[in-house]
């Protein structure tokens, strides 16, 4: 069980989350960002425990999407978010837009909920019963946001001379996170192209 949740809160990965998410906490107050970001948990927990329960009836038998599109999807996505944050910085990733009342959803989607995500999701559902596999999946979700405010209180209840080294730091940290979670996703995007060929040769 414990496992399981370690692999969940790895796949979804809260550290390159941060890194998508600085612009955000830097153009949202404190309440307003941590209220966002809860729905955006809500919206992210309902989609998971879906995907547990029936994402595989959907996705692999109704709809005919194979595991390596996903993987190979989802890396793309994450590859050019990536790509974006190495050259560009913050400024670079412009995910969130519109009103304030729609930012939860795109947290959700693609941020917290990707390909990986998904099959973790699905497989989790298909190990554990349904009550077991809320608990998982809800304490990865838990853990991930407290990490992502945690980040969030550090960069802002810092003052002085650390305003301006802790930013440095984080941003030398999180273009350093942003080459690993580029290296992730070309593996993603590798590994599903090398299984549709294996599916396909077989």
């Known amino acids: 069980m414990f496992d399981d949740f370690l692999l969940m809160l790895i796949i979804m990965n809260p550290f390159a989350q941060t890194l998508y998410l600085s612009t ?9 960002f941590t209220r966002v970001l ?6 992210t927990f309902l989609i998971c425990m879906m995907c547990a329960v029936v994402g595989e009836f959907i996705l692999f038998r109704v709809f005919q ?3 390596p599109a996903m993987r190979v999807f989802g890396g793309l996505v994450n590859l050019q978010l990536a790509w974006a944050y190495v ?13 304030i009342a729609e930012l939860a959803q795109q947290i959700a989607m693609p941020v917290m909920v990707g390909a990986g995500v998904v099959w973790v999701s699905i497989r989790i559902g298909r190990i554990h019963d349904v009550l077991t596999t809320t608990a998982i999946i809800g304490a990865a979700i838990c853990v991930n946001c407290v ?19 802790i930013p440095k730091y984080f ?28 599916d396909f040769s077989a």
């Open 24 to 32: 955000l906490m830097q153009q949202t107050k404190g309440g307003e």
């Open 38 to 43: 809860g729905e955006g948990a809500i919206f």
């Open 65 to 67: 999407v194979s595991l």
């Open 87 to 99: 050259l560009k910085g913050p400024s670079g990733v412009k995910l969130f837009r519109g009103d």
């Open 147 to 165: 990490l992502i405010e945690a980040y969030r209180l550090v960069l802002t209840q810092c003052h002085g001379r650390w305003e301006r080294v």
């Open 171 to 198: 941003g030398i940290a999180m273009r350093f996170n942003a080459l690993l979670a580029g290296a992730v996703s070309v593996q993603m995007i590798l590994g599903g192209t090398l299984e549709f060929i294996e």
